[in-house]
């Protein structure tokens, strides 16, 4: 199988992994995937060994026909250095064949070098679809071993708002790792970034709440998400970025209690809640 075929098909399996909603559909849907990977990697199996074959016998016919050459040319070599030695006049008729073995001994070469890259290739895609299958299968096991999506998030929540950081945290994580695609995801990251602020590790808490903007916009928490960012990013000595977030913000959602935060702050710091033109 040619590597651009191997590529085309990484890219299909790629494609096919589609979000999930709910622990049910995600089991069926790894599962499926799981499935349909190892009939390809069987079917690409018995490809890859039957191109392995031609392959190896090419490169075992490159490799005899070069060195049939090299003994050629050594031969070739010895006669006109004994010709030279013996003062004969075909030393420049031998020295044009030897360029001219030379030169098909570096086409030689070539071509050796070009099918070994192939066969490089060849095993190199099929190591990658064999480790997509595993990551396939761990996923399947990990999600089959997980809590119910439901009971994980209300205990997370439960946490939080009870002040148990440290649970509230694996507990946030543990959802993400698991149902990270669903909408209560982007309600994790976002209390991931709270505790994080709350920590002072502002830096970990802009990127929890960048999370949220980024993955999940038309979430109830992407407000409050924003203006934490900007707070976050303030507190990390990154003014203009933070007082940037919080006009994004204002602009996004005027009417909101967040913006009427963002408006608040933006007046302690100096600043007003739009750019001035330049």
Same mark, same amino acid.
Request: proline residues 3%; contains cysteine.
């Given at each position: 199988?040619?590597?651009?075929?191997?590529?085309?098909?990484?890219?299909?399996?790629?494609?096919?992994?589609?979000?999930?909603?709910?622990?049910?559909?995600?089991?069926?849907?790894?599962?499926?995937?799981?499935?349909?990977?190892?009939?390809?990697?069987?079917?690409?199996?018995?490809?890859?060994?039957?191109?392995?074959?031609?392959?190896?016998?090419?490169?075992?016919?490159?490799?005899?026909?070069?060195?049939?050459?090299?003994? #050629?040319?050594?031969?070739?070599?010895?006669? +006109? %250095?004994?010709?030279? *030695?013996?003062?004969?006049?075909? !030393?420049? /008729? $031998?020295?044009?064949?030897?360029?001219?073995?030379?030169?098909?001994?570096?086409?030689?070469?070539?071509?050796?070098?070009?099918?070994?890259?192939?066969?490089?290739?060849?095993?190199?895609?099929?190591?990658?679809?064999?480790?997509?299958?595993?990551?396939?299968?761990?996923?399947?096991?990990?999600?089959?071993?997980?809590?119910?999506?439901?009971?994980?998030?209300?205990?997370?929540?439960?946490?939080?708002?009870?002040?148990?950081?440290?649970?509230?945290?694996?507990?946030?994580?543990?959802?993400?790792?698991?149902?990270?695609?669903?909408?209560?995801?982007?309600?994790?990251?976002?209390?991931?970034?709270?505790?994080?602020?709350?920590?002072?590790?502002?830096?970990? #808490?802009?990127?929890?709440?960048?999370?949220? +903007? %980024?993955?999940?916009? *038309?979430?109830?928490?992407?407000? !409050?998400? /924003? $203006?934490?960012?900007?707070?976050?990013?303030?507190?990390?000595?990154?003014?203009?970025?933070?007082?940037?977030?919080?006009?994004?913000?204002?602009?996004?959602?005027?009417?909101?209690?967040?913006?009427?935060?963002?408006?608040?702050?933006?007046?302690?710091?100096?600043?007003?809640?739009?750019?001035?033109?330049?």
């Amino acid at each position: 199988m040619k590597l651009h075929r191997v590529l085309a098909l990484l890219s299909v399996l790629w494609l096919a992994v589609a979000p999930a909603w709910g622990v049910s559909k995600e089991m069926v849907q790894l599962q499926t995937q799981v499935q349909q990977l190892q009939e390809q990697m069987t079917a690409m199996q018995r490809s890859f060994d039957e191109r392995m074959g031609v392959m190896k016998n090419l490169v075992e016919q490159d490799t005899d026909a070069v060195n049939k050459v090299a003994n #050629a040319l050594n031969g070739l070599q010895a006669a +006109l %250095q004994k010709q030279q *030695s013996e003062g004969g006049s075909k !030393s420049e /008729q $031998l020295s044009g064949q030897i360029q001219s073995l030379n030169d098909t001994l570096d086409e030689l070469k070539v071509r050796l070098g070009k099918v070994s890259k192939q066969l490089e290739d060849m095993q190199a895609a099929q190591q990658s679809l064999g480790a997509q299958q595993a990551q396939q299968q761990a996923q399947a096991q990990a999600l089959k071993d997980a809590p119910p999506p439901d009971v994980l998030y209300n205990n997370a929540l439960r946490d939080y708002n009870g002040g148990k950081n440290d649970l509230a945290l694996q507990e946030c994580s543990e959802y993400i790792k698991f149902y990270p695609n669903t909408d209560l995801a982007g309600n994790c990251y976002f209390y991931l970034g709270e505790i994080q602020f709350k920590q002072g590790n502002y830096e970990q #808490a802009a990127q929890s709440y960048d999370q949220v +903007l %980024q993955n999940f916009p *038309s979430g109830n928490k992407a407000a !409050s998400a /924003q $203006l934490k960012k900007g707070f976050a990013l303030v507190e990390l000595g990154k003014k203009d970025e933070g007082v940037t977030e919080l006009r994004k913000l204002i602009q996004r959602y005027p009417h909101s209690p967040e913006a009427l935060q963002a408006r608040d702050r933006l007046r302690k710091l100096g600043v007003t809640t739009t750019a001035k033109p330049s």
